[in-house]
T-cell receptor
Framework: QKEVEQNSGPLSVPEGAIASLNCTYSDRVSQSFFWYRQYSGKSPELIMS????GDKEDGRFTAQLNKASQYVSLLIRDSQPSDSATYLCAVNIVINNAGNMLTFGGGTRLMVKP | AAGVIQSPRHLIKEKRETATLKCYPIPRHDTVYWYQQGPGQDPQFLIS???????DKGSIPDRFSAQQFSDYHSELNMSSLELGDSALYFC???????????FGPGTRLTVT
């Protein structure tokens, strides 16, 4: 079982709809959670970070974290065709009280149809 | 705003050759991370450096080595290249007291 898991998709939503992306992680001491957007052949671009339970909103994006259930989600409101990309969930998993490396889920491919 | 700089952007090497990838972090960032992303895969952590010292080590082959220099730039040295080393190599940086990592544009390595 992977330490961070996402549904690979593709997730297809119509333009203007809400896209909901989900991610689960294993029960280690995970402290920091991130969502990256990656267009094909390009580098991951940080779009949201969340550190405590609850919701965090930034423009059209809302990240949600539930540590008890070990999941983190990303909502994209008013989805645009330009949002079509792979969304990577990344978790800073602390192992043996050390480490600041990111462990990524497999990514969810989002397709927003005009 | 200044971003992470990586060079070269594209590199073609033959099997058993060596390659050196360079990374220049965002100004005032003291920590550098290297990731490898194979086709259709998510990025895999290789190694990181803080203040010129190795801080974490992931799935980096023994054929690879890396270091961080006094100006905080980092180099990833890859020897005895194999076909399976063909991938995108990303460098990311941050300040040690923060957790958000910012990725460079990557180096696409092709081994033939």
């Amino acid at each position: 079982q992977k330490e961070v898991e996402q549904n690979s998709g593709p997730l297809s939503v119509p333009e203007g709809a809400i896209a909901s992306l989900n991610c689960t992680y294993s029960d280690r001491v995970s402290q920091s959670f991130f969502w990256y957007r990656q267009y094909s052949g390009k580098s991951p671009e940080l779009i949201m970070s969340i550190y405590s339970n609850g919701d965090k909103e930034d423009g059209r994006f809302t990240a949600q974290l539930n540590k008890a259930s070990q999941y983190v989600s990303l909502l994209i409101r008013d989805s645009q065709p330009s949002d079509s990309a792979t969304y990577l969930c990344a978790v800073n998993i602390v192992i043996n009280n050390a480490g600041n490396m990111l462990t990524f889920g497999g990514g969810t491919r989002l397709m927003v149809k005009p | 705003a200044a971003g992470v700089i990586q060079s070269p952007r594209h590199l073609i090497k033959e099997k058993r050759e060596t390659a050196t990838l360079k990374c220049y972090p965002i100004p005032r960032h003291d920590t550098v991370y290297w990731y490898q992303q194979g086709p259709g895969q998510d990025p895999q952590f290789l190694i990181s450096f803080y203040e010129k010292m190795q801080s974490d080590k992931g799935s980096i082959p023994d054929r690879f080595s890396a270091q961080q220099f006094s100006d905080y730039h980092s180099e990833l040295n890859m020897s005895s290249l194999e076909l399976g080393d063909s991938a995108l190599y990303f460098c990311a940086s941050n300040r040690q007291e923060t957790y958000e990592q910012y990725f460079g544009p990557g180096t696409r390595l092709t081994v033939t």
